[in-house]
């Protein structure tokens, strides 16, 4: 049997775990993990990891290593803003430095060109932030516009149109065709350099929502509405979809890119077919940089396969700045923006005519790599202890996997066989009305969202100054963030709306701890 070009370019779920078209001949191939240099598990070593990731049904103590959230890699607790920023436990002194490189690169502010300085220009025209700093506060979570005086320059509004199926895409199970706006392209910028106009201002009211709670207990929850206002560039698209987003934290992204695509998958259950309610999906997007599919693990929706790739797109659409991986010099400008796409760019000749070159984003890739998870505290406390229990009992891990062990890795010893807490399966799941954003995202449909990784979410106002929580930080505590789950999550989230007060007291305590 001879396939077609897309057939080879292209793979639906069945086949990539399966049978695929390679070469015009069916060939074996798994949607596997091409950007990790692999030294295979042995039989033995799948077994101990089966063990030691299987769930706990004894919260008299903490289990062992519980405590170490990022393995080897975790990072000691610190009781200050910077608690995000400090390497990986085990890098080398000599890998440190790259590190360190890398973090002056994401600190960076970028001006517009032409400048003097050459190594910092190219921002915009159009662009969200100055810098991977500005909205990634202190390597943590960025936050909505406080009011209407605020800049959103740690939030945005993605957008997109219904489209026709997208050939290339056309195998890919359950993928649902977009495109971006034909005049404001794949997400608004709020900024714009000399002559630019801003695409928009970020409008968001709230209305509060009242919840009752068991033992006479109220909780209030702010309803978002969002609006593009002050549109610099006339109407969007009758049928634009907008989506908010605000900044996620930065910590743990190597381990979460080293977990095995199979593990993961392992936990997909798409049709439900064990009727326990959960029926998580895998993302699986196009990788620009193995011109493949690929499991999709980084993003709100798992849009991105790598942290590479993730930064080279923040690079291109929320600063402006080219890469290897994205090139346009004028990021998401669309033709429709002529001013836009002539206006002066930072192209070097001597960075391979990018504004960030290969060397560069590596660099930004390593950092960002790196980002250590910071130690548990409290992690043998009784309330700390009874309240995972309750998180247990919830059914809560049914998508907020506590466990994996990472891959072995040949050049990424930081990384490298640890055995990792982060409390997410790294799929997607239908989270219900209340949180749906009505945009899909290649097969995320409009309610469906990637499960976020819990680790670090108590020192959240610690690091960035306030707590927002969710996909666009409505939630200014934890509590809220569990009463808005909905959908395959809507029997927990009812349970703790009608467990004893004292129970989800230490339910939060647990997640504060985490």
Known sequence: MRCSLNQR??????????????????????????????????????????????????????????????????????????????????????????????????????????????????????YNARGCQSCHIRDGRGHPPEGPDDTGVSMFLRISIPADTDAAMAEIEGYLATAPDPVYGGQLQDFGTAGQPAEYRLDVRYEEVEVLLSDGERASLRRPT???????????????????????????????????????????????????????????????????????????????????????????????????????????????????????????????GFEVDAQGLDLVTFYSRNLGVPARRGEDDPQVLYGKDVFYATGCTACHTPSFVTHRLQDQPEQSFQLIWPFTDLLLHDMGDGLADHRPEGRATGSEWRTAPLWGIGLTEQVSGFRSFLHDGRARTVLEAVLWHGGEAQDARDRVVEMPAADRAALVRYLESL
Request: some cysteine; hydrophobic content about 40%; aromatic content about 6%.
């Open 226 to 352: 969002y609006a593009a206002a002050d549109l610099g560039y006339g109407p969007l698209h009758p049928h634009a979809m907008l989506s908010p987003r605000v900044a996620p934290q930065m910590i743990g992204l190597g381990l979460l890119e080293a977990i095995p695509a199979a593990d993961i998958l392992a936990h997909a259950d798409p049709d439900d077919a064990d009727n326990d309610g959960i029926s998580g999906r895998a993302s699986i997007v196009w990788s620009r940089e193995f011109n493949m599919p690929m499991l999709g693990r980084f993003g709100y929706k798992g849009g991105m396969p790598t942290i590479r790739e993730q930064s080279a797109a923040a690079f291109s659409g929320d600063i402006g700045i080219s890469t290897p991986l994205f090139p346009d010099p004028w990021g998401d400008c669309t033709e429709q923006q002529s001013d836009c796409r002539t206006a002066p760019h930072g192209g070097d000749t001597g960075q391979d």
């Open 9 to 126: 370019r292209v793979l639906s779920l069945s086949a990539a775990l399966a049978g695929v078209c390679v070469g015009g001949v069916i060939s074996a191939q798994t949607l596997g993990d091409p950007h990790s240099n692999i030294i295979p598990r042995t039989d033995a070593e799948a077994t101990r990891i089966a063990a030691v990731t299987a769930l706990t049904d004894d919260f008299s103590a903490p289990q062992a290593f519980e405590g170490l959230p990022g393995g080897a890699a975790t990072v000691r607790a610190r009781a200050t803003a910077a608690a995000f920023s400090d390497p990986s436990g085990n890098i080398s002194f000599e890998r440190e430095l790259d590190f360190r490189v890398g973090n002056g690169l994401f600190r960076k502010l970028w001006v517009s060109a032409p400048s003097s300085t050459l190594a910092s220009d190219g921002l915009g025209p159009l």
